[in-house]
């Protein structure tokens, strides 16, 4: 039997080097991940658009629901995952991965 859900929560504060075209490189491989990689329920990306403005300097985030762990398990080796988790860490000043079960 499958345990609950897990959310992926990604947040990225850019080197100033990175170029926007990137981002966008960047953001068109996130949106092919849910027809590339299984158990993803649901997918959001993109800048904050809080009111509050306490980012701390993050600036671009990414929120991946999983049907459970072992999907979130299986996506993080996934060749569909790879260019992204590439991109990120090169354009990456500051990176936080943080995951909710």
């Known amino acids: 039997m499958p345990g609950p859900s897990i959310t992926h929560v990604v947040l990225v504060e850019w080197k100033r080097e990175v170029e926007p075209a990137s981002v966008q490189t960047l953001e068109r491989l996130v949106d092919e991940l849910p027809g590339q990689v299984p158990g993803i329920l649901s997918l959001r990306r993109g800048p904050s658009v809080s009111p509050e403005h306490l980012e701390a300097g ?18 993080l080796p996934h060749p ?22």
């Open 58 to 75: 993050y600036e671009w985030g990414l929120v991946v629901e999983f049907e459970d762990a072992g999907a979130r398990d299986g996506y």
């Open 80 to 101: 569909a995952h790879q260019p992204v988790a590439s991109i990120i860490g090169a354009g990456a000043e500051r990176l936080v991965v943080f995951d909710l079960g």
